[in-house]
Each structure stands twice: as C-alpha cells, then as structure tokens.
C-alpha cells in the first residue's frame, strides 16, 4: 500500500475540525489523573478498556463527516491505497491520544496491548463504514 | 470528425431486493460524442442515475459494453476505475456529496489532492475554477454557509477542477428554484463551450431538456431517443 500524503493531510484536517479529537483529548487528560496518584493495578488496568472506548467514542462522534468523505474520495476517484490511507492515519491519531494515560503506568506489555486494540478496533469501525457507503453508492 | 466520448452497448443491471431480481437497466445502447451536453429524462426509479454511476465506473453493468473515451470499463479493476473517476470522467450526486467540515477551497481541492499534484499547482488551478464558477470570495466558507444554488457550483467546481472529458450531473436542478436551475445550466453551456466537455444530465424535470443539444429518455429501465442525432 502508497503512502497518500493528500488523504493523511485531509485526515488531519477532518480530525482537527471534528467533535471527536476534544472528546478524546478530554477524557484523556482526565484520565491523568488516575496513572499519577492512584496506584493500584486494577484500577490502571480499567484504563486499557475506558482507552479502547474512548478511541471508539472519539471515531462514532465524527462517524457521518468519515462517511461524508468516502463518498466524496470515491466520486472523486480515489483508490483503495488513498482510502486506506486515511482510515490508518485516523485510527492512528486517535490511538495515540487515547494511550497517552496508559503509557505512564502501565507496563510495555499493557501499552502494546492497548495499541493494538485500539488501532483494529478504530480501523475496523471506519473500513465497515466506508464499506458500507461504497455499497450504498 | 466527431469523437466518441461514451458508448453504452447492451447494457443490463439488475439489483436483488430479498427474492426478487429487478431489472434496472434493459439493453441500454447510446452514444454520446464529445462536447455534446444530453440530457435523459425519465420519472423516478426508471435508472437514470445508475446508468450515470455505470458512465462513471462506481457500478458496473451486469452484461454489456461500457466505453468511456477509449477505455473499455470492464476491463479496469478498481485501480483503473479510480484513475476514471479522477482524470477523465466526474459524477455530480444529486445531494453534492459536498463535505461539510472543509471549505469551499478544500473541497474543491480534493480530487487534486488525491491526484497527488504539488501544492503550487493546487492553489492555482482552484483559484481558476472558484473564479470561473461565479463563488470568488467565498473560499473559506463552509458548504453550510451556502444557498443551494451555491452548494451546487461548488460540486459542479469540483468536478471541473481535473478538466474531465465526460461530467455527469444526477438531478443538477433538482434542489434549486427555477432562477438558480436556469443559472446551473447556462453555466453547464459554458462548460461544453469553453472546455469541448461532453456532459450527461440526468432530470425527472423536462423543462431542463431546453437547455440541452439531445435529448432522451428513459422509462423502466430502457433508454429512447426524444430529439434525433444533428451529427
């Protein structure tokens, strides 16, 4: 798969303009508060799965632009590797945001989990969207 | 010499809806050549605008020949129907398939965008189609902030901005008041004149048929001739 800088720019722009970076951005940095004077594993541990729904939150609050703009990329003629592009670099940003809180506390183990989860769970959610808008248009 | 820009061969579509097979499109045969602006009538559901996302490669036929300026769609995979979409044939949707969170500027920098040309060009070319369409100073709007009439000349620039040889507009008129349709299609004559552009307008409205060179229709899926070839 190419690396589409144009659909990574435009990724970043709907992102940045969106309801669903401040949502994450939000929960995280509330989320701070839990690494930084709570210490208890079991408690840390819930973050990996508060992490995971905030990533999938973050992605549904903006689910009718992501919608939006397959059907724009397909009309406008956009391949499969700029399609793909752009649902890796959303799921990526959003991913990233949403770790900040485990990465502090938790172990190399629970921080690799945490990103694979939510890096299938995000890319999953948006390649059945744009599945779908490809079936319906 | 009149060059072909679409020929449609025996072309049949049908959807499964639960147990039953409709047939949507039944042995449609046209040829549209280039710099023609055609315009095909027909009452709702009688498959105009999936022959129009035939033309533009986001279906393809079940049976049946589709040739859009030389390239046989059949036999591009979806790579190839992509580059077609980009370069050489462009769909106006019928509600503008506008993207509500970038501007004006941004959505019509879109298909230039996934073309991969350099930001210089980008900028050059969207001021030049903007400014061409009538919408200067409204670049860093929002499509929301737009009448409708608006909202139609930023898809109608959008599709304009790669200089496609074929542009497919499904119901351009649908949405608009008679002043605004009246302006959507002296502007489609501007298109065809100043860019030798073939364009395909789909309308469940005859009054728009006045504003084209040919006209068709379609009824149940078939495809009739209403005003005959001039070439």
């Known amino acids: ?137 | 010499m009149h060059e072909v820009a679409v020929l449609l061969r025996d072309v049949w579509k049908s959807y499964k809806f639960g147990v039953e097979i409709v047939n949507v499109l039944k042995n449609v045969n046209a040829v549209f050549m280039r710099g023609e602006v055609i315009g095909i009538h027909g009452p709702s559901g009688s498959g105009k605008t999936t022959l129009l996302k035939i033309i533009a490669g986001l279906e393809r036929p079940d049976r049946g020949e589709v040739i859009v300026c030389g390239y046989n769609l059949n036999l591009l995979d979806e790579v190839g129907l992509s580059m077609i979409r980009n370069s050489i044939v462009s769909y106006i949707p019928q509600d503008y398939g506008l993207i509500d969170s970038l501007t004006v500027f941004e959505n019509v920098e879109l298909p230039l965008l996934i073309a991969g040309v350099d930001k210089l060009s980008r900028l050059r070319r969207v001021s030049e189609v903007i400014k061409y369409i009538g919408l200067n100073g409204k670049e860093w709007l929002r499509p929301t902030r737009l009448s409708g009439g608006e909202r139609q000349r930023v898809a109608i620039a959008r599709a304009l901005v790669t200089t496609p040889s074929v542009l497919l507009a499904d119901e351009p008129t649908a949405n608009l008041d008679w002043n605004n349709a009246i302006k959507v299609m002296e502007l489609f004559k501007d298109i065809k004149k100043d860019f030798n552009t073939t364009i395909v307008i789909v309308t469940h409205d005859p009054r728009i048929l006045e504003f084209v060179d040919r006209s068709l229709t379609m009824f149940e899926g078939t495809l009739k001739e209403i005003t005959p070839k001039t070439y």
């Not at chain 1, 919608?67 to 590797?81: D, E, H, N, Q, V």
């Not at chain 1, 939510?118 to 808008?133: D, Q």
């Open chain 1, 1 to 137: 798969m190419d690396f589409k800088s144009g659909a990574a720019l435009t990724a970043i722009k709907i992102l940045s303009r969106g309801k669903g970076i401040y949502i994450i951005i939000t929960t995280s940095s509330l989320l701070l508060y839990y690494p930084i004077f709570v210490k208890n594993p079991r408690i840390t541990y819930l973050l990996v799965v508060i992490s995971v729904l905030n990533a999938l939150v973050a992605v549904l609050a903006d689910i009718d632009t992501h919608k939006s703009l397959f059907y724009a990329f397909r009309i406008c003629g956009a391949t499969p590797s700029t399609l793909m592009t752009y649902i890796i670099t959303t799921s990526s940003v959003v991913t990233l945001i949403s770790l900040i809180p485990i990465t502090i506390c938790i172990d190399v183990f629970g921080v690799l989990t945490s990103l694979l989860m939510n890096i299938s769970v995000t890319t999953s959610l948006l390649y059945m969207s744009y599945i779908k808008v490809r079936k319906y248009s």
